[in-house]
């Protein structure tokens, strides 16, 4: 079993950078494929970065590329999503999610594809 627990949402202006964490336990974070997803309301939860220990590598979904960065440190088994150039459409709340199993290089972008998931953290853009 693994606990997800995500901080560092909030309100911030357009244009402007939040840095949302991901802290992990409950067992061996280092080759686990992390990932983050948003919903905004009305919405359906869409992918937006993935983070693969096994290469490493990233996947971005298209409308966040260039402007968010996903890194993790395996020393304090945290997964970190760095947004900058905030937008309000980047409004939703965001989750943190793992897949249990091993793949590699390979980042999935759907739902069905993590087994663990953080109860969610609000990010809010204002224009």
């Known amino acids: 079993q693994m606990q997800l627990i995500e901080s560092g949402g909030g309100l911030v202006q357009a244009g402007g950078s939040l840095r949302l964490s991901c802290a992990a336990s409950?067992?061996?974070?280092?080759?686990?494929?992390m990932a983050w997803f948003r919903q905004a309301p009305g919405k359906e939860r869409e992918f937006v970065s993935g983070?693969?220990?096994?290469?490493?590598?990233?996947k971005y979904a298209d409308s966040v590329k260039g402007r968010f960065t996903i890194s993790g440190d395996n020393a304090k088994n945290t997964v970190y999503l760095q947004m900058n150039s905030l937008k309000p459409e980047d409004t939703a709340v965001y989750y943190c999610?793992?897949?249990?199993?091993?793949?590699?290089?390979?980042?999935?972008?759907?739902?069905?594809?993590?087994?663990?998931w953080g109860q969610g953290t609000q990010v809010t853009v204002s224009s």
């Open positions: 983070l693969s220990r096994g290469g490493p590598a990233t």
């Open positions: 999610a793992a897949d249990k199993y091993y793949r590699g290089t390979n980042i999935g972008t759907g739902e069905y594809n993590y087994d663990y």
């Open positions: 409950g067992r061996t974070f280092s080759t686990y494929t």
